[in-house]
T-cell receptor
Framework: GAVVSQHPSWVICKSGTSVKIECRSL??????MFWYRQFPKQSLMLMAT?????????EQGVEKDKFLINHASLTLSTLTVTSAHPEDSSFYIC???????????FGSGTRLTVV | QKEVEQDPGPLSVPEGAIVSLNCTYS??????FMWYRQYSRKGPELLMY????GNKVAGRFTAQVDSSSKYISLFIRDSQPSDSATYLC??????????FGGGTRLMVKP
């Protein structure tokens, strides 16, 4: 089955630093990947749609300059949280689909804690 | 009104019970329907996906879509304590972003 690998699984960083999260499709190519954020006891919230070779599409209320997305190849998308603050502490998850239609597979998630 | 509504629970059932989880939606353009299981501190795991109407069975899980009523269900038979998790429904229209329900927390007690 389709496998999406996300790294790191957890990270603690100091306020003001930047953190990069990688999302890789291991056995398929994905022109589109999605980045979600999940706060405790809440559902997933879409942050942005990552498009290979072009700019990401951000959801309303998500700061483009703070959450930098790069989709440089058909198997890799990265999310960089710049100048992280404690309120950015959350669970970040990516997803992709081999068909682009259904059966989206999620990465294992990255728990970011900003202190 | 949210596009996808899902009772947050928690839903507590005894081991062996049949569990029924449901979502309603308002966007008639949705064609692809998915159910995810998410354990605490883990990413969602795809359980089942289906297209448009009808039933789909995989082991103890049955997914049902009624597009005329804009209602989808996930049934779990012979529920086990290991089924205790949050179940998320999700849907989309041909490659567009997924729209999620809020998730239902299920607790299966031994």
């Amino acid at each position: 089955g389709a496998v999406v690998s996300q790294h790191p699984s957890w990270v603690i960083c100091k306020s003001g630093t930047s953190v990069k999260i990688e999302c890789r499709s291991l056995d398929f190519q994905a022109t589109t990947m999605f980045w979600y954020r999940q706060f405790p006891k809440q559902s997933l919230m879409l942050m942005a749609t990552s498009n290979e070779g072009s700019k990401a599409t951000y959801e309303q209320g998500v700061e483009k300059d703070k959450f930098l997305i790069n989709h440089a190849s058909l198997t890799l998308s990265t999310l960089t949280v710049t100048s992280a603050h404690p309120e950015d502490s959350s669970f970040y998850i990516c997803s992709a689909s081999p068909t682009g239609l259904d059966g989206y597979t999620f990465g294992s998630g990255t728990r970011l804690t900003v202190v | 009104q949210k596009e996808v509504e899902q009772d947050p629970g928690p839903l507590s059932v005894p081991e062996g019970a049949i569990v029924s989880l449901n979502c309603t939606y308002s966007n008639s353009a949705f064609q692809y329907f998915m159910w995810y299981r998410q354990y605490s501190r883990k990413g969602p795991e795809l359980l089942m996906y289906s297209y448009s109407c009808g039933n789909k069975v995989a082991g103890r899980f049955t997914a049902q879509v009624d597009s005329s009523s804009k209602y989808i269900s996930l049934f779990i038979r012979d529920s086990q304590p290991s089924d205790s998790a949050t179940y998320l429904c999700a849907m989309n229209n041909a490659g567009n972003m997924l729209t999620f329900g809020g998730g239902t927390r299920l607790m299966v007690k031994p």
